[in-house]
């Protein structure tokens, strides 16, 4: 069976990731498995040059099928931040928490239609250090004004949908997984690996 490299060491998002991609004739395999991985810098300007740079040069360091996404919060009203600084809003070695907080209070004085935001993801598959597949989705939302609901990570109890009056939070896995940027982008890939595999 091939083997595939998720390109990450967030636990969260290489278990998400690997139920994306479960009927996926490929072993998920993760980056701790291996030693002496290269320090990947992710000073890109957008998410998909980061997504790039990384499956890149970790296909390139296992010589291996290497997957790799960048994603992040993209709020109109503050001029695209936290964009692909997203995980690191609230400063290094912040947490989701922090991060949510600080969007929150930069928001406090900011009306429900003026609250408009969307997650973007860029899902980049590399073999050898060369680019075989790009693929970009969004999902579009408005940021609540308090964290709501348990499920999910990240921006997820702030992110809310419209359609249901709920966040990712509160809406949890089946819904999430219909609609998320990244599951789209994911559900893509996955018929990409499924004829390239």
Do not use: W
């Amino acid at each position: 069976m091939t083997e595939l490299v998720i390109a990450t060491k967030n636990p969260k998002k290489l278990h998400e990731l690997q139920r994306y991609l479960k009927a996926v004739r490929a072993k998920c395999v993760s980056l701790k498995e291996f030693t002496g991985v290269p320090r990947i810098v992710e000073n890109g300007r957008t998410f998909k040059e980061n997504a790039v740079k990384k499956a890149v040069i970790i296909s390139r360091f296992t010589k291996m099928l290497a997957l790799a996404d960048d994603s992040g919060l993209v709020v109109k009203a503050i001029g695209g931040e936290p964009g692909v600084r997203s995980s690191r809003f609230a400063g290094p070695g912040k947490s989701d928490k922090a991060n949510n907080r600080k969007l929150l209070d930069l928001l406090k004085d900011v009306p429900l239609n003026k609250r408009q935001a969307k997650f973007a993801c860029a899902v980049v598959i590399a073999y050898n250090g060369h680019v075989v597949k790009i693929i970009e989705e969004e999902c579009i939302g408005l940021i609540a004004f308090e964290a709501r609901g348990k499920y999910g990570f990240g921006y997820d109890p702030i992110f809310l949908i419209p359609k249901y009056k709920k966040t990712f939070g509160e809406l949890g896995l089946k819904v999430k997984d219909r609609m998320s940027h990244r599951s789209k982008a994911m559900a893509r890939a996955r018929n990409f690996l499924r004829s390239y595999l």
